[in-house]
């Protein structure tokens, strides 16, 4: 039946790898709802200077980018470290 | 418009397309098997995957769609770029590994993967094809807009073009290929967005966007009992005036017997030009009172005013890159408004003097503060078009199949970083290339779609040509990934799987390859179909689509053991149903039935909010009420289980 087009390994990390992508995710949810709910509830301060001359909305905005990207690298590095430890 | 075609865009042109018929005849030759064809037999490196990834997601809607709307409404465009990415958040963390151990090719092998079920094996084909061919709608739109001013054709040869070449790529050698390709534009794409990112900070901010840049008239008004009755102008002979929306006054002129429109100022003391298109009774349009061979209907976007440490200045010079957001609060940004003169058969695109403040935070698309006039319905319009956003990238076919090409679970999680980063990356440049766009006189206002690749011809016709060659196989890019996944869900998983119609592996290549000629076809003809719509409205129905029939069915398979095949099944076809139908009763589409948008039915255009929250309540309540079919599981991946 079905099945991976390519034959994976067992993984005995997999149900710790969820967790921790779980945890990821609803943390990083947190942040993006943070910046809805600016939006619905008083988007004025997105006008406010937060830092230096830059506003709140291109503050959080390109931080919602950066965070995801910072986030990616360390969710890879402490997956293939449980990866390595446990798949010895 | 009428564009000046280049030789140079017409050569690099044909050297992209080229060089991408060479990749596919070079892998047509190795791909002989069903996982060659549907997953590139499962061992690109991820590396390459992660940029095919961005290639497959950088479609006509983020190059084309977001840079236009960010030229036309500033930040508000920025938000798709901001919600696009963060549906990535989601695929790496919850979605991307689960779906590498789940499946074999398509995105209906992972969701039936415990089940063997028939239903859900014609459910989720079904919304394969729904979701894709909804995707496929704006990016063959996007190619025909594109062909006019880089190859002169009209639009329908644009589609064709692309269509054909899609065709002939995904029939030819399917999913490496289609990788490939996926792979070099992607990479292309994002090093010449960088380029003209630079060019954009380079060159500042200037009054005068070019000496070829059209000098707005700008005349005196007579006003007698508040009714205009002429001008102080004798060369513009007064003819009529219209008052649309109780706000706007426009006033049609003459001068030489060509007609002008004007606006009246909000401080009624003077006349503004404006653009216009005129339809006369015998369907011939003039384009500011002339015929389009004229070539009378400028490019536009200026800025107005520009402060510099206090002092107004002409031009600000090379800039960095948060100096240039933060100098754009302190100017004065000319964009163009669309208004319809019904009585007078003329659309109208007026001077709009916007505070640069307004176009780096949000509002001037979704109106969200009271002081704008922002009604509940437009705040639940907002967070709607945003959850969709959040959870529709991890619910697209498309999308999920590039998990097969991979051949590992830590390569599927690598290959999604990489994609993050760069997509990531491209996203920050559309928020340059936008307001980049939206002050240098090159937008067309009858597209939007265009403003990122005019705004490179600004810079000088290579980076144009390549830019828009670049667009071109963006497109190609895309609908060949498309193509590759309804393919697989019309041979693999309905004619295959659903039908159980035995076929050898050489069977099931050739059925995909018919598929894909097949929907190839529809492409085209939905693509000439449908010319002139929104690309952006179409891509966003496609994620509304996918997030509502598809995530509540991955997520509840993944985390909720008493999930079952029925519950599934009716969850799929709830989202699809329900998301389609909000969609056809929205505003926006009341506006296209020719209806007034008051009159619609549901009162916003996202139906997200409505339609995702009841395709979970059907599955919860369907699956709790089947329980007992959870005993023909054949096979147990569920997570907790497998410790």
Redesign the interface.
Known sequence: MHGPAAKLSKDNATSKKTRLGVILFLFYTLVYGGFVLIGLVNPEIMGLHVIGAQNLAIVYGFGLIVLAIIMGFIYNAICTRMENRLNK | MIYNVSIWAILIFVAFVATVLGLSFFFARKTNSA?GY??A???IHWGVNGIAFAGDYLSAASFLGICGMIAYSG?DG??Y??GY??G???A???VA??M??????TFT??L??RF?SKAIKLTAAISTLVVSVFYLIPQMVGAGDLVVPLLGLPHWAGVVIVGSIVIFIVATAGMTSTTYVQFIKGALLIIFSTILTIYILNNGFTLNPGKDYHKFAKIGVVIEDKAITGTTDPEYVFKESYTVANDFTFVKTEKGGVDQWFKLSKDSSSLEEALFITTLENGTKLYNGEPKSSAKFYQVGHMSKIVVDGVEVDETGPLGP?EF??TM?NTEIVRFTKKEIKAAATTVWYQDVTDG?DM????LL?K??K?AGATPWD?VN??SL?LAL?LGTSALPHILIRY???????AA??S??VA??AI?FF??LT?YMGLGASVNGVMDVESSNMSGPLLAKYFGIGIFSIISAIAFATVLGTVSGLIVATSGAIAHDFMDKYLNMKMNDKQKVKAGKLAAFGVGLLAIALGILFKGMNVSFLVGLAFSVAASANLPSILFLLFWKKTTAKGIAWSIVTGILSSVILILFSPTMYEKYGLAKAAAPFPIDNPGIISIPLAVIVLVVVSLLSQKHNATK??NYH??E??
């Open positions: 996982a549907y997953a037999g499962g061992n930040y920025f938000l770029s901001i990415l963060a990535w958040v989601v790496l963390f919850i590994e689960p590498k151990r789940l499946g074999k090719y092998d992972a039936d993967a063997n948060f957001l933060s609060e403040k780096v935070k949000p509002g979704f969200l503060s002081s705040r907002f967070v945003m959040f097969y090409t991979v051949s590992s679970q830590r999680r690598k999604t970083i993050i980063a990531g996203y920050i928020l054949v096979e997570l907790d497998e410790k």
